[in-house]
């Protein structure tokens, strides 16, 4: 009779706690989010120098591949170093500057028909040389551009995403984004 007793109250307990495991087991499966596969993009940035009336003088192109995975990080970096006369006697006092651009793109994400993504731009463009005070030595002069921000961008169609005026003159510099999906 105890065996019976025992038995039973064995059966009781474990049909009350089938529930609650039957409810923790649903939940937990119910946080689970399928994978969702990445998209690759190509990315077309294009840096253009325009003059007074916003025609562009100078356009240089980049490009490269992004994707939707998350924690992907990606970037451009064109440099160069160019050598520069500083002294007006032509003794061929040289200094070096460094120009160039660097692209960092990350957060890439899909919406609907657009594309958000975070972006930071650095430019450094050299101007040409100017005097320092009244002596015979020349100083380089350079034009530095930087952005940061996060984008969202109709997807396939050109968009300007950032634009600065000159402070030399009455043009402007801006960046164009493009992107394209990749199949």
Same mark, same amino acid.
């Given at each position: 009779?105890?065996?019976?007793?025992?038995?039973? @109250?064995?059966?009781? +307990? /474990?049909?009350?706690?089938?529930?609650?495991? %039957? +409810?923790?087991?649903?939940?937990?499966? @119910?946080?689970?989010?399928?994978?969702?596969?990445?998209?690759?993009?190509?990315?077309?940035?294009?840096?253009?120098?325009?003059?007074?009336?916003?025609?562009?003088?100078?356009?240089?192109?980049? %490009?490269?591949?992004? /994707?939707?995975?998350?924690?992907?990080?990606?970037?451009?970096?064109?440099? =160069?170093?160019?050598?520069?006369?500083?002294?007006?006697?032509?003794?061929?006092?040289?200094?070096?500057?460094?120009?160039?651009?660097?692209?960092?793109?990350?957060?890439?994400?899909?919406?609907?028909?657009?594309?958000?993504?975070?972006?930071? +731009?650095?430019?450094? /463009?050299?101007?040409?040389? +100017?005097?320092?005070?009244?002596?015979?030595?020349?100083?380089?002069?350079?034009?530095?551009?930087?952005?940061?921000? @996060?984008?969202?961008?109709?997807?396939?169609?050109?968009?300007?995403?950032?634009?600065?005026?000159?402070?030399? @003159?009455?043009?402007? =510099?801006?960046?164009?984004?493009?992107?394209?999906?990749?199949?």
């Amino acid at each position: 009779m105890r065996k019976a007793i025992f038995a039973f @109250s064995l059966l009781l +307990a /474990s049909l009350a706690c089938a529930p609650a495991l %039957s +409810a923790q087991d649903d939940g937990a499966q @119910s946080t689970i989010k399928p994978a969702t596969p990445s998209h690759f993009y190509h990315l077309k940035l294009v840096l253009q120098n325009l003059d007074a009336d916003g025609k562009v003088v100078n356009s240089r192109t980049y %490009s490269t591949t992004i /994707s939707t995975e998350r924690g992907t990080r990606d970037s451009i970096r064109a440099q =160069t170093r160019i050598p520069v006369n500083t002294d007006t006697q032509n003794t061929k006092q040289l200094t070096w500057v460094d120009v160039g651009t660097n692209f960092d793109v990350d957060r890439v994400n899909e919406l609907d028909r657009q594309l958000a993504f975070h972006i930071n +731009a650095d430019i450094t /463009s050299y101007v040409g040389t +100017a005097p320092i005070g009244g002596s015979t030595f020349l100083e380089p002069v350079t034009h530095h551009n930087k952005w940061e921000s @996060s984008l969202l961008i109709p997807i396939g169609k050109p968009t300007v995403i950032f634009t600065s005026d000159s402070f030399d @003159s009455k043009g402007a =510099t801006q960046v164009t984004a493009t992107a394209a999906p990749i199949p």
